[in-house]
């Protein structure tokens, strides 16, 4: 359902206040650091986001997709690791939504709307990331368990999470998806992390490659119960088509910050005896990116106000994802150049915004994927007779 419109600008208007007021004051201290922003993250908690699109009969906000996408573009144009944070949780908290039995939505979403039981996805592996039916990360039942083994690459939230919604080959040879409950930290019964990721940027949160050695799980944790098994690929897909938009809209919070950040240096620098905004050519430059930025922001709004009225959007959803990107890396590169030298050091932002937008061009499918998703809708919806 739809939010309430006055709500919905509520909500936003208080988290853009904060991220003025206290990410964006703080936020290279943590980032050049890559150290996690425990105190911005419980304010996140505070406000509630970690329930934000959990329906209100398990406790949440119950957003639509589209406020959704308005906060995580107001977090990323603060810092765009905390939109991470939440994120993987989001996917998590989606899956369960849709597609868990009832008792599965009764056991988990209520824990998971506070923060304190936070939600991870692991579809990736070494050598399974595009191609995400190549996964070898195996499902053994004996009796009421399952056995897990194999390894997933590039789980982020991993350490922190209680939750990992894990996707790994059963018998029958499909993907199934299992709802993994751990203890946050680094090991937990025949779970351990084998690899931490050192990043360019999305720093703060950890990222890292995570081993399973014979651990049990449930049955009761087979998302979707007896149903679910053979489906985890299906299940996941869906949820990234959500995941989609949500990363359009950090790459427009990003570009955002790119954008004014240039405004501000173009205004304010002088060379020749004038401000280079004077200059024709960086006019030229500010006009594309400010047009680039319109362009990413009104597609993902379209791909998020589709959704919410109950379409399948798995085409707008990757255009807003493929051109929103591809715009960020491009807005964040013009603005460090419009900062000469100083766009190079780490005394102004957008060395920052460089370095995190490649991010939102490679996460929940790449550019190239992105294309081969809506080249393969565009034939269905232009058939030929
Ligand atoms: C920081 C970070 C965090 C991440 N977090 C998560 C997470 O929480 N959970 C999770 O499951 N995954 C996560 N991922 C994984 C991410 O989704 C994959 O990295 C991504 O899908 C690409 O897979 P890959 O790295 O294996 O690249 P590959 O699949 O090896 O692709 C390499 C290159 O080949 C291109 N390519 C591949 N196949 C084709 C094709 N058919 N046609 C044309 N070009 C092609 C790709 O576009 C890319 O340019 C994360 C990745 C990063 C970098």
Redesign the pocket.
Known sequence: MATDQALADEIVGTIRAWVDRDVIPNVAEFEHADEFPQAMFDQMCEFGLFGSTIAPEYGGLGLDVTTYARIIEELSRGFMSLA?IL??HK?GATMIGRFGTDEQKQRFLPRMVDGSFRA?????????????GALRCRAERDGDEWVLNGT???????VRASLVML?ARTPEGRITCFLVEKEPGESFEGISVSKK?D?L??KGLE?VEMAYVDHKVPHANVLGGDDGIGHGQQY?LSALELGRINIAARAVGVAQAAFEAAMRYAQQRETFGRPIYDHQAIQFKLAEMATKLQAARLMTYDAAERADAGERVDMEAGMAKLFASEAAFEIATEALRIHGGNGYTTEFPVERYFRDTP?MI????????Q??VIARKLRDRYPVD
């Open positions: 991470g994120n993987t996917i991870a996805f692991s579809l990736s592996e070494p050598d399974a990331g595009s191609d995400t997933k690459m590039w789980v982020t939230n991993g996707m990721i990043k940027g999305y990222t996941a991010l490679i996460g929940e499918g790449t550019s190239e994927i294309k081969l």
